[in-house]
């Protein structure tokens, strides 16, 4: 919205039309209306619902809801209000790219508030037991995908770019995919990376932290693939208006940052999957957009981990017969059996993901 005040000659609004000021003010608005709004978030999580988070066979319901039991979860609705703000005043609305980012949010976002409500709710039913099935929700999340992929290959700005395949660690290697590949493959973006942030929010500040690193990287890559001088010294398809991806994901790190700060041990609340689903499928879309999508499992390598050890787990117990790898997945929870603190762990994982996200960064140089 406050692009369109850069079309001014000759003023001081002209600041507005570049990407990096843009980009900088979006992240400051974010994080500026999380922090502030955060406290009567948390005192209305309050008095909508106590969700007492549970972590079957590690503690005792009531030890647990005598640790956790008085923190609020479902605060993710605080970073899709802030990104949501923050996106509509300082990113371009007239390209399908900012529009497209904030669909897909909003959609995993709202799938996220569904299951959570029923969760604090205790709500049973056809639906689940406790919230929304496993397998309603993998098809809320192929139709989100299908529908994002769609509009990619339709939208004028970004048709030429949709079809798009980049392959890491070789110079100018572009595969072409029609349609229906394109959407079994986005399905598969969107769907492992909202479950895997979901997957990693399990200890204060874990998947916060991560998410804070990987947005970081893919607003970085955005910003470089939507600049043809940069696409072209590194050997990455130049995708005209992906810039505007950055813009929404510095809100999205600035609303994180800001959430962080009541979300650190100990956590004043907690983002739920309204939270984590929309963070996850946000940073998916991000991938497909820059086409950056292969990489996404060395940037996210956090998240890669903790999805991975719980499928590995479930898998080997059934094959087993009820034999473990890891003494509880996902895998954080076993480092905490291992005798590591929470602090230790959350701290040792954000260094890990920085270290990936750095090879990550690295690939669009290497080839």
Not at 288 to 309: D, R, W, Y
Request: proline share 4%.
């Amino acid at each position: 919205m406050l692009y369109w005040l850069s079309e001014y000659e000759n003023s001081p609004l002209r600041i507005f039309k570049y990407l990096t000021f843009r980009s900088a003010g979006a992240a400051a608005l974010a994080f500026l209306i999380v922090v502030i709004f955060a406290p009567a978030m948390i005192r209305f999580l309050k008095e909508f619902a106590i969700a007492p988070q549970r972590l079957a066979g590690f503690v005792s319901e009531e030890e647990l809801c005598e640790i956790k039991g008085k923190t609020p979860a479902m605060g993710g609705i605080l970073i899709i209000l802030a990104v949501l703000v923050s996106t509509l005043l300082w990113a371009r609305l007239d390209l399908m790219v900012t529009r497209l980012c904030l669909m897909v949010m909003l959609s995993f976002g709202l799938l996220g508030f569904w299951d959570d409500f029923r969760k604090v709710r205790r709500m049973k039913g056809p639906l689940g037991n406790d919230g929304v099935s496993g397998k309603l929700r993998l098809f809320a999340e192929m139709i989100i995908a299908i529908a994002a992929i769609f509009i990619l290959f339709r939208a004028p700005d970004t048709r030429d770019s949709a079809p798009l395949l980049t392959i890491p660690f070789m110079k100018e290697a572009l595969l072409y995919m029609p349609m229906w590949v394109a959407m079994i493959y986005g399905v598969f973006v969107l769907w492992g990376t909202g479950n895997g942030v979901n997957i990693s929010d399990g200890m204060d500040g874990l998947a916060t932290g991560a998410m804070i690193i990987s947005m970081m990287s893919y607003m970085i890559i955005a910003y470089l693939c939507g600049n043809m001088t940069y696409s072209e010294y590194l050997s990455t398809p130049y995708i005209k208006g992906c810039g505007e991806a950055a813009v929404f994901g510095a809100a999205i790190v600035g609303a994180c940052m800001g959430f962080l700060w009541y979300n650190s041990k100990p956590a004043a609340m907690f983002m739920g999957d309204t939270g984590s689903l929309a963070l996850g499928g946000s940073l998916g879309i991000m991938a497909i957009i820059v086409k950056q999508e292969m990489i996404l499992p060395i940037i996210g390598g956090v998240f890669v981990m903790e999805a991975g050890s719980s499928l590995l787990q479930t898998l080997y117990y059934k094959a087993t017969g009820g034999k473990r790898i890891f003494l509880m997945a996902p895998v954080h929870h076993h480092f905490q059996k291992k005798g590591w603190s929470e602090t230790q762990i959350v701290t040792r994982f954000w260094i890990i993901g920085a270290i990936c996200a750095a090879v990550g960064l690295a690939t669009l140089k290497i080839r």
